[in-house]
């Protein structure tokens, strides 16, 4: 798109036909009107993009914003922008390369003067255009500058309560990069000068990024770790900085699940208890495994996590950690909950004799054997599950169906399993 079809995006015409078509199929308005006008792939583009965006900026999709494809890819959903911005407040807010402004927008709920820098020309105009449309969700102004973000600095005289930095991390060949050394713009390089107007930046990193690489690049500037995701997909590591010496990193996870948001910090100083599970063969069927939000696990808290929240469960972890495995069903986990119909030991030409054709959900986070679908002739899908596990050096596969705020099929709901009830509840082998 370029700036003369914004222009044409932005008129009453064209806002109307956006209506109308809003819920056609983009391709399909573009064959129905071609030749009819210069700015019809723009049009089309539009309603492709508004169509994206309902589930991911839904306020942008209510608003009617006009979007850019690849900026649109590029933004933060606005649950992730919602939860990041949670707990900063203050005057005045700096956002370095501010894309389609969607992280800039739920910071700008709680600052009053905002500034939201951004080299792409067509991103400024956007932003200003839009962000007139989503005056009703600010607290104070937002000013889109057009330029580097170096030269804003240099420019700047101002102190900022906060600076928040998204650089652009897919390089020019589309690959993406993780190192922030290789994002755009390079906030390793800016740091000197951002330090001489703000006490806090706060910087979105790949959610790949290795969290140990970020406390020795920091050292004692990191004051916080946060790791964000959205009903379970791993989004963002936030790393907050400040130009005092911390002497201690807090890690805190934050996670948009089941209509809410949960906060999870571990206390201040976590003693986790070693418990590792023993499957052994011919194991009862009837027991549980627990798999803590995906951010938990980033964050390395899914045991701390599992030890404080839920210290009455009895069992233990499986390599990795992977999965923890309980006689006890605890209805309200907040994650997602299994409960196991049979135990097989890992023996991939037995198996696949019993399951070749057949489908099934896959979970096998550290189980460190390739080709697993192909080498047991079964496709993913299904409501089955086959949980691929380790415990104590021996490979089990675990058949199991996902009963995460349901009740297991052998117990009534409000009861506890036990080895009254049937269950295995034999504690003592775990
Ligand atoms: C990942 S996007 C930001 C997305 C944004 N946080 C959002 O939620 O919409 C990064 C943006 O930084 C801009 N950018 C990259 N390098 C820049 C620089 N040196 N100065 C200003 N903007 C820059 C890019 O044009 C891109 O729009």
């Not at 102004?141 to 700047?156: I, M, P, T, Y």
């Not at 906060?162 to 060949?173: A, C, S």
């Not at 755009?184 to 001489?196: A, F, G, K, M, T």
């Not at 964000?228 to 005092?244: A, D, F, G, I, T």
């Amino acid at each position: 798109m370029d700036l003369e079809a914004l222009q044409f995006l932005k008129s009453e015409q064209a806002q109307r036909f956006l209506e109308e078509h809003l819920e056609s199929n983009p391709e399909e308005v573009a064959r129905r009107y071609k030749g009819k006008n210069p700015f019809l792939p723009a049009l089309a583009t539009q309603i492709r993009c508004l169509q994206k965006a309902k589930a991911k900026l839904p306020t942008y999709h209510a608003s009617r914003c006009l979007l850019e494809p690849l900026a649109l890819e590029q933004a933060s959903g606005e649950k992730a922008a919602e939860m990041k911005a949670t707990g900063y407040s203050g005057e005045r807010f700096l956002e370095l390369g501010g894309g389609l402004g969607v992280d800039s927008l739920y910071f700008a709920k709680n600052f009053l003067q905002n500034w939201v820098v951004e080299r792409n020309n067509l991103l400024v105009e956007m932003g200003e255009y839009n962000f007139n449309k989503l005056q009703k969700f600010l607290k104070g102004e937002v000013h889109w500058w057009k330029g580097e973000a170096r030269d804003f600095l240099q420019l700047s005289k101002g102190n900022f309560d906060l600076v928040y930095v998204d650089p652009l991390r897919r390089g020019k060949e589309g690959r993406k990069h993780i190192h922030l050394a290789n994002c755009q713009p390079n906030v390793l390089d800016l740091l000197p000068s951002l330090w001489r107007i703000t006490q806090v930046i706060l910087v979105k990193a790949s959610p790949m990024l290795d969290l140990e690489w970020a406390q020795r690049k920091f050292q004692g500037s990191l004051r916080r770790i946060c790791v964000q995701s959205v009903e379970r997909e791993c989004k963002e590591v936030l790393l907050e900085l400040s130009p005092k010496k911390e002497s201690q990193t807090t890690v805190e996870c934050r996670f948009f699940r089941n209509g809410q948001i949960h906060r999870y910090t571990p206390l201040s100083s976590p003693k986790t208890i070693e418990k590792w599970a023993d499957l052994k063969k011919g194991w009862p069927p009837s027991f549980y495994a627990y798999e803590a939000d995906v951010a938990l696990y980033k964050a390395k808290l899914a045991k701390q996590f599992l030890q404080e929240k839920y210290p009455h469960l009895e069992g233990g972890w499986t390599e990795g950690p992977g999965l923890f495995l309980s006689p006890q069903w605890e209805k309200n986990f907040l994650g997602r909950i299994f409960e196991i119909k049979e135990v097989y030991p890992f023996s991939p030409k037995r198996l696949r004799k019993q399951w070749k054709g057949r489908q099934f959900q896959i979970w096998k986070r550290y189980f460190g054997i390739p080709h697993l679908k192909s080498s047991l002739g079964v496709r993913e899908g299904g409501k089955e599950h086959l949980l691929f596990v380790s415990t104590k050096g021996k490979r089990w596969v675990l058949l199991a169906k996902e009963i995460t705020k349901k009740a297991p099929s052998n117990i009534a709901e409000g009861k506890t399993l036990g080895a009254k009830d049937g269950g295995p509840g034999d504690a003592n082998l775990w």
